[in-house]
């Protein structure tokens, strides 16, 4: 069996490209060119430059001694959270603006729901000199005003997404609209392995430097390039996709996806989506999604604004219908209580998304000889109001 994608675009059910007919030029323009134009020798060339100069990789594989010691494990932390803007959401967006001006595009769109997404997006547009509209939910621009402001500083535009429940999904069909309406100079870029193809199968191929770089430093560290484990926390699944990309069809290599449970997966407050989701169609690409039995998405909840989402990726979910991934659900509480302890044991404050990660060490017993690698998507310092509230700091 396969773990990647097949040349129709799907990851064993799931995937494909169900879109309104008004988007088909825009989709077909990408599908045709996106790994003619990526597989160049002068893009990647780019891209690599871009990635070490302005985004600061290699990121460093640090080996978490206090944390090891306590599990009684290896613990290797891929530092993520260091690069410029914080996370791993980076890796995409420049990426996806190199594709967008060498196809002729002017003119960027994205959505964003809390606002990692939209700044990543943004802070690219700024750097390349094209002209960026993030589509918000009125909601979410209330919530994640922080972003909102990072977002205008750079020189977006934040538009407001007014209609349904004025979040992630409306401003998702505004994006839509916007496309449909502008598909010559528009590109649109979409913040994780998620939408019609090819867009999970380009993010994840912008993502798997992070697995790249595991191999040969975990080969310089330990004389192995693969670990036993993999960990990476789930909304969309990018950062998770990135980790896994070059152990997926090797199976001595065991991936963890971690998902967010809120307050309990039955509590109907959670984004557990693999447990919880049943196959249907979201963001033009068939996949397990939150649904209510007339199919209508259920609203997701985590504490964390990034695996707040009712879907996870096509490749996720041929990851956990396959068995090829393991799945585990964390709820708030436990991620909140694993983020402090990673900051006073090692010094490393995570975002909470990344927190979740964290948290399976008091779920899973390892060998003491195991090498885990947990990817640590984000830093913490947009949460930082959220664990001072929570731990009345
Ligand atoms: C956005 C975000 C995530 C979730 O997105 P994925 O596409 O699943 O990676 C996880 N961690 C951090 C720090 C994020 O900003």
Not at 346 to 371: Q, V
């Amino acid at each position: 069996m396969s773990y990647n994608i097949n040349e129709k675009g799907y990851y064993g059910e799931f995937g494909g490209a169900y879109i309104p007919e008004m988007l088909y030029p825009n989709i077909e323009e990408l599908r045709l060119n996106y790994l003619k134009i990526t597989e160049d020798p002068s893009f990647k060339k780019e891209f690599d430059q871009l990635l070490k100069d302005y985004v600061g990789r290699p990121s460093p594989l640090y080996y978490a001694k206090r944390l090891s010691d306590k599990y009684n494990t290896k613990i290797y932390l891929k530092r993520e959270d260091l690069n410029h803007t914080g996370a791993h959401k980076v890796n995409n967006t420049i990426g996806q603006i190199l594709l967008a001006q060498r196809l002729g595009k002017t003119r960027i769109i994205a959505e964003t729901g809390a606002g990692q997404h939209g700044v990543a997006t943004a802070t690219v547009c700024a750097l390349m000199g094209m002209e960026c509209i993030v589509y918000m939910g009125e909601i979410d621009i209330a919530r994640q005003a922080p972003n909102v402001a990072r977002m205008k500083m750079l020189g977006a535009k934040v538009v407001p997404a007014t209609s349904g429940s004025k979040t992630l999904k409306d401003a998702t069909n505004e994006a839509m609209r916007d496309w449909i309406n502008n598909p010559v100079d528009t590109h649109y870029i979409v913040g994780s392995v998620v939408g019609p193809h090819p867009y999970p199968d380009m993010v994840a191929r912008f993502q798997a430097v992070v697995s790249e770089e595991i191999q040969s430093q975990l080969s310089e560290k330990e004389g192995t390039t693969k670990p036993d484990y993999v960990v990476a926390c789930v909304g969309g699944g990018s950062n998770a996709a990135g980790a896994f990309y070059h152990y997926l069809e090797d199976t001595d290599v065991k991936l963890i996806a971690v998902e967010a449970a809120g307050k309990g997966i039955h509590s109907g407050e959670s984004a557990a989506t693999s447990v919880l989701g049943r196959e249907g169609i979201i963001h033009g690409s068939k996949t397990l999604l939150m649904q209510t039995d007339d199919g209508q998405i259920t609203e997701p909840y985590s504490i964390s604004a990034g695996l707040d989402y009712p879907g996870v990726g096509p490749m996720h979910a041929h990851l956990y219908k396959s068995g090829r991934a393991q799945f585990m659900s964390i709820t708030d509480d436990e991620a909140m209580v694993a983020g402090l302890e990673l900051s006073q044991l090692e010094g490393i404050i995570p975002a909470i998304e990344t927190s979740h990660s964290l948290a399976i060490f008091e779920h899973k017993t390892f060998n003491p000889d195991d090498i885990i690698v947990i990817n640590l998507s984000g830093r913490g310092d947009k949460d930082l109001q959220n664990y001072i509230d929570y731990f009345k700091l």
